[in-house]
């Protein structure tokens, strides 16, 4: 059974950093797409960053501030976050998706991350 499991979380004040990993178990290939979503308490899930082949997209609110990486030989992905703003406070999901034989789309359990001003 394939798992993504999410790790890096926690409190930091408005203008440090944090640094989520995603790991994936029980998985035979590398993935085709890795990335970071995020929600907010009464708000929908959004995209944050994502990666494929080298190439990187990032949401508008946080160009700049956040890199995405990925080791794609061990379906690993990390988030370096920094200048976190309270704006940044929510769950954080790691997602795999792409098509192999047939599609397939994975979600983490989420990592809260809390930006206090």
């Known amino acids: 059974q394939v798992q993504l499991v999410e790790s890096g979380g926690g409190l930091v004040q408005a203008g440090g950093s944090l640094r989520l990993s995603c790991a994936a178990s029980g998985i035979m290939f590398s993935f085709n797409t890795m990335g970071w979503y995020r929600q907010a308490p009464g708000k929908q899930r959004e995209l944050v960053a994502d990666t494929r082949t080298g190439i990187t997209n990032y949401a508008d609110s946080v160009k700049g501030r956040f890199t995405i990486a990925r080791d794609g030989a061990e379906n690993t992905v990390y988030l370096q976050m920094n200048s976190l703003k309270p704006e940044d406070t929510a769950v954080y999901y790691c997602?795999?998706?792409?098509?192999?034989?047939?599609?397939?789309?994975?979600w983490g359990q989420g990592t809260q991350v809390t930006v206090s001003s």
């Open positions: 997602n795999a998706h792409g098509r192999w034989v047939e599609a397939y789309d994975y």
